[in-house]
C-alpha cells in the first residue's frame, strides 16, 4: 500500500509502516503552508497568513509545491492536525484535492482540536510508535483558521463515503475518513 | 668543466591514502560520476552518482541534483533527486532530502527535511547452493506426471 503522511520525515512512522511493506510518502505539509503563505515576503504586503491563503498566486505557488500527485495514487493518508490551519475557500479545494488523490476506499485520519474559545491551539509532532501509540512532541502554538465541529466536519468530508469521530485525550477530536 | 652522469630523477611513489575521494566546496561538477572508491562531496554536483560498491557522503556544505545510486549514503548537507541505495540511507539532522529512496534501511535523525516516497527494499536471501540432480533412471522419470519430475526428466532429456 501506498501511504502519504503529512507530519515530515520521521524515523518511528517511517518504521513503522514501511515494516508492514508498505510505501511511505513523506511531507511537511505545514511546513510547505508556512513556506509559501508565512514567508517575510508573502506577509510583506500586510496580509497575514490566512489571508495570503485567499491570494491567488500564492495558491497556485502551493499547489506547484505541495499535493502535486496523480490521482488515486494512495491508499491512506496521514493529514493529522495540518487542515486546522488552512481558511476556507482553499480548505476545500485541499480536501478535493485529496480525495482525488486516495484511491476509492483509502481512509483518512485526521486531528481536530475540540477547545471552541481559543486563540492558539498547540502544534505537534506525530510519530507513530507501535499500532496502539502515537508519540505526540509539543511544537508551538499557533492560531488556528478555525474550530471544528462533528458538523462542519461532516460537511468538509462530504465527498467521502463515510465520516467517524472519536474524542481522544488532549482535547483533541479524531477523525477517520473513508473515500 | 666536469661531466656528471645524469642522475636519475627520484620519484616518490604517492602516499596511499585510506579516505574518500573528495569533491571540495569550491567545486562545481555537471555530468556523471562513476566511481569505485568512496566519495564524499562538499560541493555542487548536478548529474548522476554511480558507486554501487561504494559510499557516498555528501557533506555539510554539498548541493547535489542527481540521481544517486550508492552501496550506503550519508547525507548531511542537501539532495534533490532519487536515490537507490543497496544497503543503507543515513540522512542527518539538518540534511534536506527531496526525491524519492528505494533503499534497504533508511535512518533519518529529528530535523532532517525530507519530501519525497520511501521505499524499503527487502535484501534477497542468499539463494541456496545449487544441489545436483540425483541421477534417476530414465524410464521412471518419463513415467512420473508430477511437474519436478517432468522437469527432471527434461533435464535428463538435454
Sequence with gaps: MSILDFAGASQATISFVTNYGHRLYSDDFVRQLDQVFGSPTALANGANFFENQANPILVSEFFNLALTFEDASFDGALVWDSLQFIASPLLQTVVAKLHRMLRPGASLFALFNTEERIENISTYAYRIQDHRTIQMTARSQRKPAQIFNNRSLEKLFQDFSSVKFFLTRDRLREVIVKR | ?158
Excluded: C, W
Design chain 2, 1 to 158: 668543466m666536469s661531466t656528471q652522469p645524469a642522475r636519475p630523477i627520484e620519484t616518490r611513489p604517492e602516499p596511499v591514502r585510506g579516505g574518500a575521494a573528495i569533491i571540495g566546496k569550491s567545486v562545481v561538477l555537471k555530468g556523471q560520476i562513476y566511481g569505485r572508491e568512496d566519495v564524499t562531496i562538499d560541493g555542487e554536483v548536478e548529474g548522476t552518482v554511480e558507486l554501487q560498491e561504494h559510499r557516498l557522503t555528501i557533506g555539510p556544505n554539498g548541493k547535489v541534483v542527481a540521481t544517486i545510486k550508492a552501496r550506503e549514503i550519508v547525507v548531511i548537507g542537501t539532495v534533490q533527486g532519487n536515490i537507490e541505495t543497496r544497503e543503507k540511507i543515513e540522512i542527518r539532522k539538518d540534511a534536506k532530502v527531496v526525491g524519492d529512496i528505494r533503499t534497504a534501511r533508511i535512518v533519518i535523525e529529528d530535523g532532517a527535511y525530507f519530501k519525497g516516497s520511501i521505499d524499503i527494499v527487502r535484501a534477497e536471501a542468499p539463494k541456496p547452493a545449487a544441489v545436483p540432480p540425483k541421477p534417476q533412471p530414465v524410464a521412471s522419470a518419463a513415467t512420473s506426471s508430477s511437474p519436478a519430475a517432468a522437469a527432471s526428466a527434461g533435464d535428463i532429456k538435454r
